[in-house]
C-alpha cells in the first residue's frame, strides 16, 4: 500500500538557517564543486507570485539541495505527504535547506504553513518525480472518496437535520464509558470501519431501539464515547498550522481568516451537526476541498493516515 512507498524516502540532511551574507560561497561557488543539483526556491506572498520556481523536475533516486528564501515576510515551508520534511519558519532575508532523495516517483508539494497573506493557502510547489523513463506517475487516487462516489453520496451537501433531539452541552465521556457497559451495544458500533461509515445519529438510533428504557443522555453519552479518541500532538499541530486559521483554534468557526471566506467555515463544535456527518465524508472534504467555498484541498499534503487522524481530532473538538 501506500506505507511502502512513503517509507522509501530518504532525507540526507536537514535545514541550516543562515543568513544571507554568508552565503556567497553556498550560492556561487558550491554548485561548482558538486554534481548534485541545488535549486534556489524563492517564497513571495501568493499575490506576488507564491513560491518561484513553483514546480520542479527530479528523477527518481537524485539527490537534490533545495533552499528556501523569502523575499517578503516570513512563510513556513513543509513538504509533503508523507514526507516528514519541516523547515520551520523563514524569515526574510535567511536561508532554510534540505537535502533530500526521493526514490518513487510521484507528484510532492512544498507548502507555506505561515498565514502570510489573504490567501495563503493557494501558496504551493510541486516536486515531480519521474522515473528513469522519465514518466511521472500521476497522484494515487484515493479509494475513500471513490467508494463515496460509487455509493452516490455527494461530499458537498450539507446533513439532513436531525430527526432526534440529542440534548444541549457536552456529553460526557466518563459518563459514556460507565453508560456502555450497562447498554446492549450493537456489535457494529465497535467496528471502526462501520463507524467510519456512519454517522453518531445513526448509532444513536441503533443503540435506541436496542435500549428502550434508557435515559437519552446514557446513549448520547455511549456514542460520544465511541468516537472520541486522544488526539496526538502531531495531528493537533497539523491543524493549528493548516486549519486554525478558519475553524478556529478550538474549532469555533471563529477563525481570524473565517469572515475572508467565500462559505462560512464549519464549526466542529456545533454538536447536533458532528452528529449528522459521517467521517469518510470529512475526510473526503479534506482531501478533496470545496467547490468555491474556500476550503483548500489537502490530499496533496496529507497522507491518508494523516487525514483519518485530522477526522478524529475534529470529533475529539466537537465531543470536548
Ligand atoms: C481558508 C479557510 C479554510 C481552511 C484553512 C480550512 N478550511 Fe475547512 N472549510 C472551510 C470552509 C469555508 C468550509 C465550508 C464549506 C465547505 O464545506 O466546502 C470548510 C469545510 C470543512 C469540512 C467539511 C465539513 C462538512 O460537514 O462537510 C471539513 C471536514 C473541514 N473543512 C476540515 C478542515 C481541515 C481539517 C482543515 C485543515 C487541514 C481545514 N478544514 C482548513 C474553510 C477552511
Ligand atoms: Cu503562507
Not at 530518504?10 to 543562515?18: F, K, P, R, S
Amino acid at each position: 500500500m501506500k506505507r511502502e512507498w512513503l517509507a522509501r524516502i530518504t532525507v540526507v540532511m536537514t535545514l541550516a538557517g543562515l543568513p544571507l551574507a554568508a552565503l556567497g560561497y553556498q550560492f556561487g561557488l558550491r554548485p561548482l564543486f558538486s554534481s548534485q543539483r541545488v535549486i534556489d526556491i524563492a517564497a513571495a506572498v501568493p499575490e506576488t507570485g507564491g513560491f518561484s520556481p513553483d514546480s520542479i523536475q527530479v528523477r527518481a533516486g537524485e539527490t537534490v539541495t533545495l533552499r528556501f528564501t523569502s523575499v517578503d515576510v516570513t512563510h513556513g515551508i513543509t513538504i509533503g505527504p508523507g514526507l516528514g520534511i519541516d523547515l520551520g519558519q523563514v524569515e526574510p532575508g535567511k536561508i532554510h535547506e534540505v537535502t533530500l532523495t526521493i526514490d518513487h516517483p510521484g507528484t510532492y508539494t512544498f507548502y507555506c504553513t505561515t498565514w502570510c497573506s489573504p490567501n495563503h493557502w493557494r501558496m504551493r510547489g510541486v516536486i515531480e518525480v519521474s522515473n528513469p523513463d522519465g514518466v511521472i506517475l500521476s497522484p494515487l487516487s484515493d479509494p475513500v472518496i471513490e467508494q463515496l462516489i460509487a455509493e452516490g453520496e455527494n461530499i458537498d451537501a450539507m446533513p439532513t437535520p436531525s430527526q432526534t433531539h440529542i440534548g444541549a452541552g457536552s456529553p460526557s465521556l466518563a459518563n459514556g464509558a460507565a453508560a456502555i457497559t450497562q447498554l446492549h451495544v450493537p456489535t457494529e458500533l465497535y467496528d471502526t470501519s462501520w463507524r467510519r461509515t456512519h454517522t453518531p445519529q445513526q448509532a444513536f438510533t441503533l443503540l435506541r431501539i436496542q435500549n428502550i428504557g434508557a435515559a437519552q443522555s446514557d446513549l448520547v453519552n455511549a456514542v460520544a464515547y465511541l468516537w472520541y479518541s486522544e488526539p496526538p500532538e502531531q495531528t493537533v499541530r497539523l491543524y493549528e498550522q493548516n486549519c486554525a486559521a478558519c475553524h478556529g483554534q478550538h474549532g469555533q468557526g471563529d477563525g481570524f481568516a473565517a469572515a475572508t471566506t467565500a462559505a462560512k467555515p464549519i464549526a466542529f463544535t456545533d454538536q447536533p451537526y458532528m452528529f449528522n456527518r459521517r467521517d469518510d465524508i470529512l475526510y473526503a472534504k479534506i482531501r478533496r476541498g470545496g467547490m468555491g467555498t474556500d476550503m483548500p484541498n489537502f490530499g496533496t499534503l496529507f497522507t491518508p493516515d494523516e487525514t483519518w487522524a485530522l477526522v478524529d481530532y475534529l470529533r475529539a473538538l466537537s465531543l470536548q
